[in-house]
């Protein structure tokens, strides 16, 4: 029995979505809240964190250097990486975020 080349295409098109369709990620969300500063990891801190109210803190994975700028009102478009922050010495970080955009109302 052979495959013609029509159908092998067919056959791999329908394998790439089988694939594809079993890869959900989580939708993005949408926060405002601030960039802080907590301090060098040596020192017991765990660098520069986005703060959401009430008491929400994330590590930003991949925060851009204009926004490094202690208690920045910012408004942060992030999927939630559902890791453990870098910081072994603080208990109050939810987690690690990846930025997906990110923008300061001033």
């Known amino acids: 029995m052979?495959?013609?080349?029509?159908?092998l295409a067919s056959l791999?098109?329908?394998s790439m979505l089988l694939v594809s369709s079993g890869c959900t990620k989580e939708?993005?969300?949408v926060r405002?809240?601030?960039v802080v500063w907590t301090g060098e990891?040596?020192?017991?801190?765990?660098?520069?964190?986005?703060?959401?109210?009430?008491?929400?803190?994330y590590q930003p994975r991949n925060m851009?250097?204009?926004?490094?700028?202690?208690s920045l009102p910012v408004v942060v478009t992030y999927r939630d990486l559902k890791n453990?922050?870098?910081?072994?010495?603080?208990?109050?970080?939810?987690?690690?975020?990846?930025?997906h955009k990110i923008e300061s109302p001033l």
Request: aromatic share 14%.
């Open 32 to 34: 405002t809240g601030y």
């Open 41 to 57: 990891f040596i020192d017991g801190g765990c660098g520069w964190l986005v703060s959401f109210p009430p008491d929400i803190q």
């Open 84 to 99: 453990r922050p870098d910081c072994l010495n603080r208990t109050d970080v939810d987690g690690q975020i990846y930025v």
């Open 27 to 29: 939708p993005f969300s």
């Open 12 to 14: 791999a098109f329908a």
């Open 2 to 7: 052979s495959l013609s080349l029509r159908n």
């Open 64 to 70: 851009p250097d204009a926004y490094l700028v202690d």
